[in-house]
Every structure is written in structure tokens, then in C-alpha cells.
């Protein structure tokens, strides 16, 4: 499995790596890790590729001691473009990355991973800074994973199921009905995806809520001390009650713990 883990060249951009260390089938990873420099400009010092060389060197001695393969890259550009482009280029299974990089201001914060999150072209693995490192022996022992129903958003099932027999966790499927509080529906259609998971021998439960369904997942992030949030980032369907949408990037910088997403295009995108 190869796995993409853009840094930034800071001191603590390494801490990312912990995020790898949770992954199934660890043994057989392969680590693309990559960071990106500003564009040549006359107007500024050189030296900045120099340093980007010098610490990826120093992180993949570090990761390369622990067993995983590596390939580092060293780009210049724009950070969520480069970042974007090498993922077309190596096509790895996972992207992993940060929130927010060092020196980020408030406002900013997190704006590369939303940008990545618009069009990246594989699963996408975001951690907050503020809670790195993890610990790798603590796995994740309860992953909460948000289904409005359809179809689209039921496709980060296959991963949920892989990590949660890995860590033997906890799964906790969630639907929101942001218009009435009908949660025996609510509840009914999770059971599709709570029967799916239970015959593969994943412990699992179903919560409904009702309201907006951003607030209702960052609530039960917080509520279930859950530690993965995993969902799609888009759904299909142009039904009333079919409120997925772009989720994702209103609770992206408001969860602490990794959140695993798969982006799914629009119809017509």
C-alpha cells in the first residue's frame, strides 16, 4: 500500500507519521513523503530547497528505522496544488496529512487540507495538529461513521470494516434527519450498513439525531469519544432528506480526531 504524507518542514510536521502508524497492513507500506517549497524568487534567500532536502532526510532516517519503505519528493509551488498533483502522479491508496501547518494563521487555518479535500483523488486521512502525536498502540477504538442512506455515502463502509477489524473497534454509524425528529427511521436506514458490518464481526451500534447534521456529527465526535470520524464528502440523491452535501469541510476544523474521507463527485461534476 503506498501512502502519501505531505509536511511542512517545521519541527513537529513529522508527528503525521504517528497517523501512519495506525494503518492495517503496516508491514507492506510504502511512505511518499513529500514537502513543498514556495517557487523560485529572486527577492528571497535561496537555501529554503536546501533545508526542505535536509529535513526530509531527517524524517525518512526516523521513519526508515521503523521498518516502512520510503520515497521522498521535495516540490516547489503552491502546497495544496503540488500536493494535488503528485497525487495524480504516484496514485497512493491514502493521503495523510495535517490540518494546519506551522505558522498558519487563525484564519487560514486548515485552508490547504480544504483545498486537497476538494479534489483529492484518493481517500484522504486529516489529523489536527493540536493532536498529534497519536499513539499507535491505542489504534482507534471507536470510529463514528455518518450515513445519510444512499448509496455514495455507504462507500466508506469498505475502509471502516478493514480498520475496524484491525483495531477491534467500535463502530458507531450515525444518521441525521435535519427536518423532524423521526428517529425510528432514522434508525432504519442504518440497518443495511449495521447488518454489514455485524457479519463481518465488527461490533457495532446506531445513533440518530436530529438538526443540522454538521453540528449533530462534531456533537457526537465529542459526545462518543470517538476516535476516527470517517464519512464521504459528497452524496448523491436530490432527495429532501438526502443532506450530505459538503459536510465534511464545515466539521474539518472543528474535530480533534483523524477524520478519513472519501471524496465522491457530484453527478455532472
Known sequence: MRVLVPVDGSPVSHRILSVVDRLPRLRETEVVLAQVVAAPD???PAGEVDEAVAHLARVADEVRRSGLRLEPFVLAGDPAEE???LAR????????MATHGEGDSSAARGAVAERVLERCPCPLLLCSRSALPL????????????????????????????LAREHRSEVVLLHVDPYEDDRAG??????????????????????AATGDPATAIVDAVRSEVVELLAMTSHSQGGAA????????????????????????????A
Request: glycine letters at 8%; hydrophobic letters at 50%; one cysteine or more.
Open 186 to 207: 432514522s434508525l432504519a436506514e442504518l440497518e443495511g450498513a449495521r447488518a454489514r458490518l455485524a457479519a463481518a464481526g465488527v461490533e457495532v451500534r446506531t445513533l
Open 241 to 268: 432528506k438526502r443532506w450530505f452535501g459538503s459536510v465534511a469541510d464545515a466539521v474539518i476544523r472543528h474535530v480533534d480526531c483523524p477524520l478519513l474521507v472519501v471524496r465522491v463527485a457530484r453527478p455532472g
Open 83 to 85: 500536493v494535488l498533483r
Open 135 to 162: 499513539d499507535p498502540a491505542l489504534g482507534f477504538r471507536r470510529i463514528l461513521v455518518p450515513l445519510d442512506g444512499t448509496a455514495t455515502s455507504a462507500t466508506i463502509l469498505e475502509p471502516v470494516e478493514e
Open 89 to 96: 502522479v504516484v496514485g497512493p491508496a491514502l493521503l495523510v
Open 42 to 44: 529572486p527577492a528571497r
